[in-house]
């Protein structure tokens, strides 16, 4: 008898459901701790950077601002931080005057006077899902680095007076074209007067008047245009040299071949002779100078190259037909109790300034509490390549034909005729003390 062919059931063994529940239970809390700690994690992350964003701004701002500007830093980074992060116990920020990592380490202030802060955000993250993967917490960290400045202006006159009528004047169809900018600090109605026909004032940058204009032919960029002329601005620009020093009062110099030595407060230095060629060497010289007649004298640098800084303790007069020059010099003016500082009346001025040093791009500096005048009226061939500094002088500047009086101005006043003048065209850059540049640079 045959037998019906038999089947073989086999049942699954005990406990093999729940061993594939616990692994696929652990996959998923891997997925879920990846996903979700992993996404927190991420979140987190983010919210330390705009943090540590945030309070490197902060302290940015008040870097400076203070006699002890770490004390000032620390508190406003981490105030920033403290409000952003009140549920955060372990919050840690780290504020480092200069940064000590990154492109700016080590920089307390750069070639363009910008200093940098760093700021560092960090804290432990409790794991949730991750904490399969072991107990200690996620460290979280941030940083950010921010500098602060003051904004470069790229100036060619600046007149500091805060309330003269004409603080800037021109007149008798003078012509002035500068490429830098024209800032005007008085807030007077007429605080840049323009008289006479044909007279005009031409930036290639812009005008900033903070008072009012009286006169037309005022005009920036171009001839004809007046989109970059502004008034009634309400705003100033400090001095922007108010903290370069004054020169050492040496060497010296207690005699020089053809020259009679001057004495302090009423004897200046001069060539023993109405004409002929003189030169004299950088140093300290009591009286001043004043030269006459038809001489023409050279200023010379030092010996070993280095640029040649004069101190003229007394006023600087001169009133030969001849020509006064030289290269790699800077002139220093201290009037004392005389009224006229600088006086060039006749023949030809022609001198550059340092290239280097304290004193680069300065060709005339005049004692900045002094308010003794500046009269500058050059021939042809005048070519000052310099900035003219005196920062309390009334400056007057006339006559010649296209001569170039210095490559800026920076006086208490300034009054301009007859004659065109055309500035160099590159102008001198220096800082808006009147605008900050704060800004994140990692």
Known sequence: MRHPSSRSWHNPRRGAVAAQVVLTMTVLLMVAAVVLDGGLMLVERRHAQADADAAALAAAVSLGSDSSPWTTTYSAATNVGDVNYTSTTNLKITPHVPPTSGQFAGVTTDANGFSYVEVIVEWDQARYFSAIFGSGNIPIKARAVA??????????????????????????????????????????????????????????SGIQVDGGINGSNVYAPTSGSTTGVSQNTGLTVPDPLASLA??????????????????????????????????????????GIQVGGSANVVLNANADGSPGIYYFDGPLTWNSSGTLSGSNIMIYVA?????????????????????????????????????????????????????????????????????????????????????SFILPSSPVQVQDLSKHDIRLVE
């Open 147 to 204: 500098r602060t400045g003051h904004s470069p202006l790229n100036l060619s006159i600046l007149v500091l007076s805060t309330s003269a009528s004409g603080a800037l004047t021109a007149s008798g169809g003078t012509s002035i074209t500068v490429p830098g900018t024209v800032v005007v600090d008085s807030t007077s109605g007429s605080a840049l007067t323009v008289s006479g026909g044909s007279t005009q004032i031409i930036s290639q």
């Open 246 to 287: 004054v020169p050492s009062m040496t060497p010296i110099i207690s005699s020089a071949t053809g020259w009679t030595a001057g004495s302090v407060p009423n004897t200046p230095w001069k060539p023993t002779g109405s004409s002929g060629a003189f030169s004299l060497s950088p140093g300290y010289y009591a009286g």
């Open 335 to 419: 009037p004392g109790s005389h009224t006229q500082g600088i006086s060039f009346t006749s023949g030809v001025l022609n001198i550059s300034p340092p290239t280097s040093g304290a004193y680069s791009g300065i060709s005339l500096f005049m004692d900045r509490t002094s308010t003794a005048k500046v009269a500058i009226s050059g021939g042809s061939g005048t070519n000052v390549g310099g900035v003219v500094y005196a920062a309390k002088a009334a400056a007057t500047i006339s006559g010649g034909s296209n001569i170039t009086p210095g490559s800026a101005f920076i006086t208490d006043t300034l009054t301009v005729s007859g004659g």
